[in-house]
């Protein structure tokens, strides 16, 4: 089956400095990669789409200049947590969709924690 | 838009008891209907998904949903759980057109305990 990697797994960062995320498909090319963000014990938010080659579509009440990605080729997206805070801690989680294909492809998720 | 509506937070059941997790659905458009689980400090899995044709679908663990066009419904069932099941389940939905709008929209998720 697909799969899909993320790293790191987990960061610890200070506030302030910036982090960055990398969602990878292993065995596929994703035209297509989606980030998402969950709070503990809460369901997972869509942050943005990421398409190879364009810029990134956000979805609304998320700062594009806080988290830039950069979805520089047909494996790799890139998530990054500019002048991070503590507010900023959370779970990090993309999925990457194989075109044709109406199926996600989840990574296992990066754990960010600013202190 | 849709929107997801997993009516439980919280499922506690004992092992071996069968088990439901409701989710309802809303959308103006066809969608295509997943169910997903995950693990502690673990990404989402696939358990299974609705496209189309039959509207019981099953997993290879032993899950099982039905799609329900009128009362807008993708329940999931187990007859009979195990403590290894205790999860998180999420029922997602997205529009079953291509591109980006495969992009998905989840419930709140439930938390199912397996007791022994």
């Known amino acids: 089956g697909a799969v899909v990697s993320q790293h790191p797994s987990w960061v610890i960062c200070k506030s302030g400095t910036s982090v960055k995320i990398e969602c990878r498909s292993l065995?596929?090319?994703?035209?297509?990669m989606f980030w998402y963000r969950q709070f503990p014990k809460q369901s997972l938010m869509l942050m943005a789409t990421s398409n190879e080659g364009s810029k990134a579509t956000y979805e609304q009440g998320v700062e594009k200049d806080k988290f830039l990605i950069n979805h520089a080729s047909l494996t790799l997206s890139t998530l990054t947590v500019t002048s991070a805070h503590p507010e900023d801690s959370s779970f990090y989680i993309c999925?990457?969709?194989?075109?044709?294909?109406?199926?996600?492809?989840f990574g296992p998720g990066t754990r960010l924690t600013v202190t | 838009a849709q929107s997801v509506t997993q009516l439980d937070s919280q499922v506690p059941v004992f092992e071996e008891a069968p088990v439901e997790l409701r989710c309802n659905y809303s959308s103006s458009v066809s969608v295509y209907l997943f169910w997903y689980v995950q693990y502690p400090n673990q990404g989402l899995q696939l358990l299974l998904k609705y496209l189309s044709g039959s509207t019981l679908v099953e997993s290879i663990n032993g899950f099982e949903a039905e799609f329900n066009k009128s009362q807008t419904s993708f329940h999931l069932r187990k007859p009979s759980v195990h403590i290894s099941d205790t999860a998180e389940y999420f029922c997602?939905?997205?529009?079953?057109?291509?591109?980006?709008?495969?992009?998905?929209?989840f419930g709140k998720g439930t938390l199912l305990t397996v007791n022994p």
């Open positions: 997602a939905v997205s529009k079953n057109s291509g591109g980006s709008n495969y992009k998905l929209t």
């Open positions: 065995d596929f090319q994703a035209t297509t």
């Open positions: 999925s990457a969709f194989p075109t044709p294909s109406y199926e996600q492809y």
